[in-house]
């Protein structure tokens, strides 16, 4: 009965899951969907022996840190022939002509600027999502993939038992500008685009943020034995019956003069695409006609990608500003005359650092050409020379901070130029301000950005600390700043003095300390005393937190200012410690242990147990390999993972055991845990 409402509540979810995310078409609201469900997820903690890896409920993903695995691929990942001219078109048409000297159909298709992945499906279930690597190897990025909604874990109609499917994975553009926006405001460097980003996000460690980054995907190419296609065409065909997501900008062409048609088309209809694409994928249609083509070392001969160009436009250079941000960071901007590009005006663009300013040799007044390409934020490429009549004003990299006039420093390793004068200079102390009070640090309302930069120039705000000095009455005299509003952000001040311990540090702007830090930091040294003292040996030793992230929090509290700053937060009753909760739940057990679950058990979740290994100091791995410490073993462990297991020597450990162990109740020294520790 149970198991049986529990199949059926993974089926209808994975229909709708299927309408939303790869029809685009909702069938029921969000409302019920998450009720539904909420109810699949109670049934399964409630029944864990019911487990099943390709349940709707594991698209969530889970804070657990993942390290990858690298995965031979069964066929080697090949790249693509590029070209951005239609005469190499036109070229590699006759050479296809020629050398199959028979009617043939090409297939257009988009090219879609994502990061590739290579999908193994087993008897209908996502078994394995491999990056491309270095085209022979990848890594094994399963638990990411998982998220993603527009993958099917479990296929549906009658799809052959074992196949691999290969395609791209996207960010939209949409969820790109969101993420901009945010590591803007935290000052965190922005990624470059979207290619980017989605890239970035498949190989972080805790695949609850891949969850939360909404990738999509599009499946472009179909591998396997013996199977019942003989055209690439049907064999997209399929796969869209089988749940996958498959573009329907997917044309039989039977000429060049359709391939023409095609790429004509797509150059400006891509632009209304939600995500990202840079050219069209032209490939032979028949499978035996690809076969007798064959491949080159790197690229199959059977197809070709058409790229199309960047936007450019060309533009006057007026003039080149310097913003200094929260980090002390300069970013030199050129002010340009207005131009309009791929849709929007620009009159600004970003020139990077000092290096890419000499490379370009830029004199206010040149021509310049910016270029927008799978990029949202426009980038000076060249200076159009043959435009410059009058040479201005060489460009060069300032050599003191705008702001407060201090000799600016470069870091070894580093591109970017900073003011070092942390403690005086406005817009760092200003930026570190906004930082400590922004949403995902303290997050007190009602400080914005202008209230900050009155504040300081009224002299109320000097530093973090003074924002626990702020009184009504002084609030309530700035221009646009009400009784009210004063009234709520002293409220919002106060509510902030239960912020946990993790997000005070955070908040604290620390160079390179983001949140992840913040956390393993808290964690590590559980109270602000012992972080403070915290020498660069004991630092190291944390898992992630290397030379530069040591460097930087010694520096930090090794600032009088700084620590004076920290003991009036401290005065003021902020958390600067972990909750009494905190404390109880986390030990030392497990440090250093590598732990990977399999199996189905009875007594918790597996999603309860990967958060007992992290409590007890362990780290949960998703597959098997010589690093391993142990298995936590239920039932029905997965028979690949346990042949594995026997051939590296790792052992197995049962679920009471492990119980045990945690618990260190009695029976926990038997003979089998003392080989574990
Ligand atoms: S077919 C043998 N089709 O472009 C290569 N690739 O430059 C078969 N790409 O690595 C690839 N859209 O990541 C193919 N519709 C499409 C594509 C596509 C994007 C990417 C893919 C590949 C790269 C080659």
Redesign the pocket.
Known sequence: MTRQKIDSLRKELHRHNYNYYVLNNPTISDVEFDAKMRQLQALEEKYPEYSDSASPTQRVGSDITTSFNQVDHQYP????A?TYSEGEVTDFYQRVQKALNEDFELVC????????ISLIYENGVLIRAVT?GDGVKGDDVTNNVKTIRSIPLQLQGNYPSKFEI???ILMPWAVFDEINKEREAQEEPLFANPRNAGSGTLKLQNSSTVAARKLDS?L??LLGENLPFTTHFDSLLAAKSWGFKI?DAVRVCKSIDDVFGFIRLWDIERKNLPVA?DGI?I?VNDFAQQKLLG?TAK??RW?I?YKYQAEKAITRLNSVSYQVGRTGAVTPVANLDPVLLSGTTVKRASLHNADIIASLDLHIGDMVYVEKGGEIIPKITAVATDQRFMLGDKVYFIKKCPECGSELVRYEGEAAHYCPNENACPPQIKGRIEHFVSRRAMNIEGLGSETIHLLYENGLLKDIADIYTLKVPDLARLERLGNKSAQNIKLSCEKSKLISFERVIFALGIRFVGETVAKKLANAFKNINALENADYDLLVQIDEIGDRIAQSVISYFSDEKNREIVNRLKQYGLQMSLSEEQLQEKTDLLEGKIIVISGSFRHYSRDEYKNMIEQHGGKNAGSVSSKTSFILAGENMGPEKLRKAQSLGVQLVEEEVFLKLIRKEKGSDNVQMKTLF
């Open positions: 990942m090949l790249s693509l590029n298709e988009l090219k879609y600027d994502g990061t590739s491309r290969r395609g791209e599009f472009y190419s573009s694409t994928v490939k491949n690229s199959p197809a990608a």
